[in-house]
Protein backbone atom coordinates (compact mmCIF):
# COMPACT_ATOMS: atom_id res chain seq x y z
CA UNK A 1 0.00 0.00 0.00
CA UNK A 2 0.60 3.74 0.64
CA UNK A 3 3.48 4.54 2.50
CA UNK A 4 4.69 7.85 3.59
CA UNK A 5 8.27 8.43 4.98
CA UNK A 6 7.90 11.32 7.44
CA UNK A 7 11.62 12.85 8.62
CA UNK A 8 13.01 13.56 11.16
CA UNK A 9 11.94 10.56 13.41
CA UNK A 10 12.65 13.42 16.38
CA UNK A 11 14.09 16.58 16.95
CA UNK A 12 15.56 18.24 20.37
CA UNK A 13 15.19 21.89 20.15
CA UNK A 14 15.71 24.99 22.28
CA UNK A 15 12.61 27.09 22.86
CA UNK A 16 12.58 29.99 20.49
CA UNK A 17 14.15 27.87 17.68
CA UNK A 18 12.76 26.92 14.14
CA UNK A 19 10.78 23.42 13.60
CA UNK A 20 10.77 22.39 9.78
CA UNK A 21 10.03 18.52 9.43
CA UNK A 22 8.77 16.50 6.13
CA UNK A 23 6.84 14.06 4.78
CA UNK A 24 7.56 11.95 1.27
CA UNK A 25 5.53 9.22 -1.11
CA UNK A 26 6.03 7.44 -4.07
CA UNK A 27 2.37 8.08 -4.96
CA UNK A 28 0.28 10.82 -5.59
CA UNK A 29 -1.82 12.38 -2.82
CA UNK A 30 -4.72 14.98 -3.16
CA UNK A 31 -5.04 15.61 0.80
CA UNK A 32 -2.00 15.98 2.83
CA UNK A 33 -2.89 16.56 6.74
CA UNK A 34 -0.59 17.57 9.63
CA UNK A 35 -1.26 16.45 13.10
CA UNK A 36 -0.09 16.69 16.79
CA UNK A 37 -1.11 13.91 19.58
CA UNK A 38 0.18 15.06 22.61
CA UNK A 39 0.31 12.11 25.46
CA UNK A 40 -2.70 10.61 26.34
CA UNK A 41 -4.88 12.12 23.52
CA UNK A 42 -6.01 11.25 20.09
CA UNK A 43 -4.48 13.21 17.10
CA UNK A 44 -5.47 16.97 16.70
CA UNK A 45 -6.10 18.33 13.57
CA UNK A 46 -2.96 21.35 12.77
CA UNK A 47 -3.59 21.95 8.81
CA UNK A 48 -5.12 20.79 6.04
CA UNK A 49 -3.60 21.44 2.20
CA UNK A 50 -6.07 20.51 -0.91
CA UNK A 51 -3.77 22.15 -3.87
CA UNK A 52 -0.94 21.35 -5.11
CA UNK A 53 1.48 24.14 -4.21
CA UNK A 54 -1.04 25.63 -1.34
CA UNK A 55 0.55 27.28 1.38
CA UNK A 56 -1.75 27.36 5.01
CA UNK A 57 -0.62 29.01 7.85
CA UNK A 58 -2.13 28.31 11.57
CA UNK A 59 -0.76 30.62 13.69
CA UNK A 60 3.25 29.84 13.76
CA UNK A 61 2.58 26.68 11.90
CA UNK A 62 3.03 26.89 8.44
CA UNK A 63 2.72 24.17 5.86
CA UNK A 64 3.06 23.49 1.97
CA UNK A 65 1.76 21.24 -0.50
CA UNK A 66 4.13 19.67 -2.56
CA UNK A 67 3.84 20.80 -6.22
CA UNK A 68 4.55 17.09 -7.48
CA UNK A 69 1.86 16.43 -4.81
CA UNK A 70 4.50 13.64 -3.57
CA UNK A 71 5.48 15.72 -0.70
CA UNK A 72 4.60 18.11 2.25
CA UNK A 73 6.29 19.99 4.54
CA UNK A 74 5.62 21.41 8.37
CA UNK A 75 7.39 24.48 10.01
CA UNK A 76 7.11 25.86 13.64
CA UNK A 77 8.57 29.53 14.17
CA UNK A 78 9.61 30.17 17.70
CA UNK A 79 8.97 27.08 19.01
CA UNK A 80 7.61 26.54 22.59
CA UNK A 81 8.00 24.44 25.37
CA UNK A 82 4.00 23.47 24.46
CA UNK A 83 4.87 22.46 21.21
CA UNK A 84 6.04 19.42 22.69
CA UNK A 85 4.44 16.31 21.31
CA UNK A 86 4.40 13.63 17.83
CA UNK A 87 3.89 15.32 14.64
CA UNK A 88 2.33 13.03 11.94
CA UNK A 89 1.81 13.77 8.33
CA UNK A 90 -1.22 11.54 6.86
CA UNK A 91 -3.39 11.52 3.55
CA UNK A 92 -6.28 9.65 2.19
CA UNK A 93 -5.03 6.43 0.68
CA UNK A 94 -5.43 5.51 -3.17
CA UNK A 95 -5.20 9.06 -4.68
CA UNK A 96 -8.94 9.73 -3.38
CA UNK A 97 -9.69 13.09 -1.55
CA UNK A 98 -11.52 11.10 1.47
CA UNK A 99 -11.62 7.62 3.22
CA UNK A 100 -9.59 6.06 5.14
CA UNK A 101 -5.72 7.78 5.92
CA UNK A 102 -2.18 6.65 5.63
CA UNK A 103 0.02 8.07 8.49
CA UNK A 104 3.81 8.67 8.24
CA UNK A 105 5.72 7.49 11.38
CA UNK A 106 5.65 10.65 13.41
CA UNK A 107 8.06 13.26 13.94
CA UNK A 108 8.67 13.66 18.30
CA UNK A 109 9.53 17.38 19.45
CA UNK A 110 11.09 18.00 22.33
CA UNK A 111 11.83 21.90 23.21
CA UNK A 112 13.85 22.25 25.65
CA UNK A 113 13.01 26.02 27.86
CA UNK B 1 -15.95 19.93 13.49
CA UNK B 2 -17.42 16.84 14.89
CA UNK B 3 -16.80 15.63 18.91
CA UNK B 4 -15.90 12.56 19.45
CA UNK B 5 -16.34 11.14 22.96
CA UNK B 6 -14.58 7.50 23.17
CA UNK B 7 -15.28 5.18 25.85
CA UNK B 8 -13.25 3.71 27.92
CA UNK B 9 -10.18 5.74 27.92
CA UNK B 10 -7.87 3.31 29.58
CA UNK B 11 -8.68 -0.20 30.43
CA UNK B 12 -6.37 -2.94 31.96
CA UNK B 13 -7.58 -6.25 30.74
CA UNK B 14 -6.73 -10.16 31.56
CA UNK B 15 -5.29 -12.07 28.58
CA UNK B 16 -8.05 -13.81 26.89
CA UNK B 17 -10.66 -11.59 27.44
CA UNK B 18 -12.69 -9.46 25.39
CA UNK B 19 -13.03 -5.34 25.78
CA UNK B 20 -15.66 -3.22 23.40
CA UNK B 21 -14.76 0.50 22.91
CA UNK B 22 -17.74 2.65 22.44
CA UNK B 23 -17.24 5.63 20.01
CA UNK B 24 -19.81 8.12 19.71
CA UNK B 25 -20.18 11.54 17.34
CA UNK B 26 -22.22 14.42 18.27
CA UNK B 27 -23.28 14.41 14.38
CA UNK B 28 -24.36 11.89 12.00
CA UNK B 29 -21.33 10.76 10.00
CA UNK B 30 -21.07 8.64 6.34
CA UNK B 31 -17.40 7.16 8.00
CA UNK B 32 -16.36 6.27 10.81
CA UNK B 33 -13.12 4.24 10.94
CA UNK B 34 -11.50 2.59 13.58
CA UNK B 35 -6.86 2.56 14.33
CA UNK B 36 -4.96 0.77 16.28
CA UNK B 37 -1.50 2.37 17.73
CA UNK B 38 0.98 0.25 18.95
CA UNK B 39 3.36 1.57 21.49
CA UNK B 40 5.54 4.35 19.98
CA UNK B 41 4.21 3.96 16.64
CA UNK B 42 2.23 5.51 14.05
CA UNK B 43 -1.30 5.06 13.47
CA UNK B 44 -2.54 1.33 11.53
CA UNK B 45 -6.33 1.44 10.19
CA UNK B 46 -7.94 -1.32 11.17
CA UNK B 47 -11.24 -0.72 9.60
CA UNK B 48 -13.70 1.03 8.43
CA UNK B 49 -17.12 0.65 10.11
CA UNK B 50 -20.32 1.39 7.60
CA UNK B 51 -23.33 2.28 8.76
CA UNK B 52 -26.09 -1.05 7.72
CA UNK B 53 -23.53 -3.35 6.57
CA UNK B 54 -20.02 -4.94 7.69
CA UNK B 55 -17.07 -3.17 8.15
CA UNK B 56 -14.47 -3.21 5.70
CA UNK B 57 -11.34 -4.43 7.23
CA UNK B 58 -7.20 -3.87 5.99
CA UNK B 59 -5.03 -6.54 6.00
CA UNK B 60 -4.03 -8.42 8.69
CA UNK B 61 -7.28 -7.61 10.41
CA UNK B 62 -10.19 -9.64 10.94
CA UNK B 63 -13.90 -9.23 11.97
CA UNK B 64 -13.11 -12.38 14.56
CA UNK B 65 -10.72 -10.98 16.16
CA UNK B 66 -11.87 -6.97 15.65
CA UNK B 67 -15.84 -7.20 15.44
CA UNK B 68 -17.25 -3.64 14.69
CA UNK B 69 -21.17 -2.56 14.78
CA UNK B 70 -22.45 0.09 13.22
CA UNK B 71 -26.12 0.62 14.51
CA UNK B 72 -26.38 4.55 13.31
CA UNK B 73 -24.68 7.42 11.68
CA UNK B 74 -23.66 8.76 15.05
CA UNK B 75 -22.17 5.50 17.15
CA UNK B 76 -19.98 2.66 16.47
CA UNK B 77 -18.07 -0.07 18.88
CA UNK B 78 -14.94 -2.04 18.54
CA UNK B 79 -14.79 -5.37 20.35
CA UNK B 80 -10.72 -6.63 20.86
CA UNK B 81 -11.51 -10.14 21.09
CA UNK B 82 -9.75 -12.75 22.70
CA UNK B 83 -6.86 -10.49 24.00
CA UNK B 84 -2.90 -11.22 24.26
CA UNK B 85 -0.30 -8.81 25.17
CA UNK B 86 0.74 -8.27 21.93
CA UNK B 87 -3.10 -6.47 22.02
CA UNK B 88 -1.75 -3.95 24.16
CA UNK B 89 -1.88 -0.89 22.21
CA UNK B 90 -4.37 2.88 21.84
CA UNK B 91 -7.45 2.10 19.63
CA UNK B 92 -9.03 5.28 18.36
CA UNK B 93 -11.77 6.27 16.12
CA UNK B 94 -12.09 8.74 13.92
CA UNK B 95 -14.65 10.28 11.59
CA UNK B 96 -14.86 12.48 7.91
CA UNK B 97 -15.90 15.75 8.00
CA UNK B 98 -16.94 17.44 4.98
CA UNK B 99 -15.12 20.38 4.23
CA UNK B 100 -13.19 19.94 7.32
CA UNK B 101 -11.29 16.69 7.77
CA UNK B 102 -10.60 13.85 9.80
CA UNK B 103 -11.27 13.99 13.87
CA UNK B 104 -9.79 11.79 16.25
CA UNK B 105 -11.57 10.40 19.77
CA UNK B 106 -8.59 10.89 22.40
CA UNK B 107 -8.42 6.99 22.24
CA UNK B 108 -8.70 3.60 24.73
CA UNK B 109 -5.31 3.13 26.22
CA UNK B 110 -5.13 -0.66 26.36
CA UNK B 111 -3.01 -3.04 28.45
CA UNK B 112 -3.46 -6.71 28.52
CA UNK B 113 -1.79 -8.28 31.53
Known amino acids: GQQLNQSPQSMFIQEGEDVSMNCTSSSIFNTWLWYKQEPGEGPVLLIA?????ELTSNGRLTAQFGITRKDSFLNISASIPSDVGIYFCAGPAGGTSYGKLTFGQGTILTVHP | SAVISQKPSRDICQRGTSLTIQCQVDSQVTMMFWYRQQPGQSLTLIATANQGSEATYESGFVIDKFPISRPNLTFSTLTVSNMSPEDSSIYLC??????????FGSGTRLTVV
Open chain 2, 94 to 103: SVEVPNYGYT
Open chain 1, 49 to 53: LYKAG
